[in-house]
DNA sequence: TCTGGGGTCCTAGGACCC
DNA sequence: TCTGGGGTCCTAGGACCC
């Protein structure tokens, strides 16, 4: 009987809605393109390697998700698709807008993703929860021109459930809300969501599932509580608890800093010599670390990689560095320094290299101080000042970057604005609501 | 010819300790 | 022939997400 009954746990009446943007980089493009609308579209991955968004006109051509471009170069042309490079800080943008607007109409919401934001309704002063939800999604859609859709039920993984139903449904104007089914069409929603599908449940389970006869979301939330934590661990056992309406992931409202940061990027065109690595190296780290001072964090290690690329007959190589630093930083000077160390290490001539990044991991606050053991404290009021110093330029330098938009202060290893291997992006958009000389001209 | 980027969490197993 | 037992901490790798 659905749904299992679990001992010694009395459920909460929670109302956890997400609000989901549809197709949101497609809607991104089509905002300032409205001729797009219901004409198929994507928008491509850095490179325009691979179909990062899709358009449902595009899915309904059965084109999947990370489908490489040059697999589908026939359906793009004999249904004219268009197609956009990504445009980060034009979706970036927007889906500031939209998280703003949320942000004003509740208090607990947890932004999950560039298009997605988890809400806490329980305590809201309006009773009906669709009411207000279809109100919410109206806001949205005429104040930045997103349309997005919204699951409500008492749980975070029922609530990714309804928010699909809500999507496939056109009279129920974006809104899905689990607490007004009744028992038949709740076992139904979930009898019609494929266990794949499910928020939790990935690429290596789900085969694993089907074996046993598990096909939908309503065959995993009726196996034996016992058996998923055996085979899934506390991971499976939360998602299996979450369908049978308790809540077991929570919200994560007032958000925590991050514990990692990444930049890595593929190149547009061979890269051969260390020159040409020793600056995408540097761009990456000169990248962390404005991140870690705009978080207010240091790092304890930094990582480096250089890798070839996965497919085709050349030869392969990548390779990684570990750099732990005695004192915690986010100097870009000193982490640029030790990674072209590091680099040394691991070039290897010869190799057609694909891919550089890197990525800082055991972040502390800056307000932490490690002591070092050999440090006294004449050379640690020295280290103080020379650091402020320090703070004192670099936060000078970011703000004028941020100021201009571009990164026009760096090391001068960066070496100049654009290289032959950068990106490529050859089907961009204009940003139109960050720069004003790409603002939208009206005739 | 052409195949993204940036995160989080959990577990198993080794190192080390008493 | 014998080769404990139990704990903690750390790391690499896997699985997941968008």
């Avoid at 325009?48 to 309904?60: P, W, Y």
């Avoid at 359906?75 to 500031?96: P, R, T």
């Avoid at 001072?293 to 290690?301: M, V």
């Avoid at 290289?419 to 001209?441: A, C, G, M, P, V």
């Amino acid at each position: 009987m659905y749904p299992q009954k679990i001992e010694g746990i009395t459920k909460p009446n929670k109302y956890i809605a997400v609000i989901d943007c549809n197709n949101f980089f497609v809607s991104c493009e089509r905002v300032f393109r409205p001729e797009l609308r219901n004409k198929p579209t994507i928008v491509l991955s850095n490179n325009d390697g691979c179909v990062v968004a899709r358009s449902n006109e595009v899915k309904a051509l059965g084109i999947k998700m990370g489908t490489p471009l040059f697999k589908i170069k026939d359906l793009v042309k004999e249904h004219n698709i268009a197609i956009f490079s990504s445009n980060f800080e034009l979706y970036g943008d927007l889906s500031h807008r939209v998280m703003s607007i949320i942000k004003n109409k509740v208090q607990n919401y947890e932004i999950y993703s560039i298009d997605e934001c988890f809400i806490d309704l329980t305590d809201i002063y309006q009773s009906d929860k669709s009411e207000f939800s279809r109100d919410l999604v109206r806001t949205i859609k005429t104040s930045t021109g997103i349309p997005v859709s919204i699951g409500i039920a008492p749980t975070k993984t029922l609530a990714k459930i309804c928010t699909k139903v809500a999507k496939k449904n056109i009279d129920l104007h974006g809104v899905c809300n689990w607490y007004d089914q009744d028992f038949d069409s709740k076992k139904n929603i979930l009898i019609n969501s494929e266990v794949g599908d499910i928020w939790g449940i990935g690429r290596a389970n789900t085969p694993k599932l089907q074996l046993q006869g598990v096909r939908t979301a309503y065959d995993f939330a009726m196996m034996d509580r016992k058996s998923v934590k055996k085979q899934f661990t506390i991971m499976g056992e939360r998602t299996w608890l979450e369908l049978n309406e308790i809540p077991s992931i929570k919200l994560a409202d007032n958000p925590e800093p991050k514990k990692s940061i990444a930049s890595t990027r593929s190149f547009g065109e061979d890269v051969t010599t260390l020159e040409q690595l020793q600056k995408s190296i540097s761009g990456h780290v000169a990248q962390v670390a404005y991140q870690l001072r705009k978080q207010k964090s240091k790092a304890n290690i930094l990582i480096i990689f250089i890798r070839t690329n996965n497919f085709g007959t050349r030869p392969k190589y990548h390779n990684h560095a570990v750099i732990h630093f005695d004192i915690p930083t986010n100097s870009t000077s000193l982490m640029t320094k030790e990674a072209l160390k590091a680099l040394n290490t691991i070039y290897e001539k010869g190799y057609y290299y694909k891919k550089s990044g890197v990525v800082v991991t055991n972040l502390v606050p800056n307000c932490i101080r490690q002591i070092n053991l050999f440090e006294d404290e004449n050379t640690l009021r020295k280290l103080d000042l020379d650091e402020q110093k320090e703070e004192k330029l670099v936060s000078m330098i970011d703000r004028y970057n941020e100021k201009s938009g571009f990164r026009i202060v760096k090391l001068a290893v960066e070496g100049e604005n654009k290289h032959r291997w950068d990106n490529k992006k050859q089907l961009l958009s204009n940003r139109y609501t960050t720069r004003w000389q790409e603002i939208l001209k009206v005739k």
